[in-house]
C-alpha cells in the first residue's frame, strides 16, 4: 500500500520561503518521478514541480520557475520543494504526488495518482 505524507507548510509573510518535505513508502521511491500540485480554494489543481527518479530531470511550472526548488534524498524515500519569494498567490493546499508507472515522464503533463493529505501554506501580504 502506497502512503505519502506531506509537511512543513505554515504562515509566512511575502517574500520568505519555506521547504516542504515529503515521504513515500510502498513503493520504490527512487524508480518513481515525483512531483508537487497544489490547490487553493475554489481554484483547480495546479502541477508546480517534477524531478525524475535519478534527479536528472526537473520540470517547473512557470508561476513558480526561478522562485521554487524540488529536490529528493532516494535514500531517505524523501522529496522537498524550497518555495523562496513566496507571494501572497502561493496560498494553497501542497500536494505531493507520485504517478501510476514507473516508465511516466517527468513533464508538465505528469498525472498524479498517489498524494498524501497534503500541508497547507498561507503567504501574508
Known amino acids: 500500500q502506497v502512503q505519502v505524507a506531506e509537511s512543513g507548510g505554515g504562515l509566512v509573510q511575502a517574500g520568505g520561503s519555506l521547504r516542504l518535505s515529503c515521504t513515500a513508502s510502498?513503493?520504490?521511491?527512487?524508480?518513481?518521478?515525483m512531483g508537487w500540485f497544489r490547490q487553493a480554494p475554489g481554484k483547480g489543481r495546479e502541477g508546480l514541480a517534477c524531478?525524475?527518479?535519478?534527479?536528472?530531470?526537473?520540470y517547473y511550472a512557470d508561476s513558480v520557475k526561478g522562485r521554487f526548488t524540488i529536490s529528493r534524498d532516494n535514500a531517505k524515500n524523501t522529496l522537498y520543494l524550497q518555495m523562496n519569494r513566496l507571494k501572497p498567490e502561493d496560498t494553497a493546499m501542497y500536494f505531493c504526488?507520485?504517478?501510476?508507472?514507473?516508465?511516466?515522464?517527468?513533464?508538465?503533463?505528469?498525472?498524479?495518482?498517489?498524494w498524501g493529505q497534503g500541508t497547507q501554506v498561507t503567504v501574508s501580504s
Open positions: 510502498g513503493l520504490i521511491f527512487g524508480s518513481y518521478p
Open positions: 504526488m507520485a504517478p501510476r508507472s514507473t516508465s511516466d515522464y517527468c513533464s508538465g503533463s505528469l498525472n498524479p495518482y498517489y
Open positions: 524531478i525524475s527518479g535519478n534527479s536528472g530531470t526537473t
